[in-house]
């Protein structure tokens, strides 16, 4: 049984930095976050597969946003630098029970598990 808890947002000034984290319980081949602002569709944000740690991003992001984990306390992590008020979101940690490995971790619907999702504002 996969499950997800987020941790670490809150609010950051335009340019700066936050860094939000999710604790994982259970295996899964890909994890991710994902983001959903007010009146929007949630928006894949960044996958890794946990096999080699290859890292995908979404291009809105791509260059500002680092995907990690640590195996060893089951940990993802999300590092945000240079954050856009753009990026004021509800952020969602996820996960792949299906299996699918590389670049499918790359892809949206790959996902199949949610946390309920950490807050994170950014200021003009």
């Known amino acids: 049984q996969v499950q997800l808890e987020e941790s670490g947002g809150g609010s950051v000034q335009a340019g700066g930095s936050l860094r939000i984290s999710c604790a994982a319980s259970?295996?899964?081949?890909?994890r991710g976050w994902f983001r959903q602002a007010p009146g929007k569709e949630r928006e894949w944000v960044a996958g890794?597969?946990?096999?080699?740690?290859?890292?995908y991003y979404a291009n809105s992001v791509k260059g500002r946003f680092i995907i990690s984990q640590d195996n060893a306390k089951n940990m993802v992590y999300l590092q945000m630098n240079s954050l856009k008020p753009e990026d004021t979101a509800m952020y969602y940690c996820?996960?792949?029970?299906?299996?699918?490995?590389?670049?499918?971790?790359?892809?949206?619907?790959?996902?199949?598990?949610w946390g309920q999702g950490t807050q994170v504002t950014v200021s003009s």
């Open positions: 996820a996960a792949s029970t299906r299996g699918y490995v590389g670049t499918w971790c790359s892809l949206p619907d790959t996902y199949n598990r």
């Open positions: 259970g295996y899964s081949s890909c």
């Open positions: 890794i597969y946990t096999g080699d740690e290859s890292a």
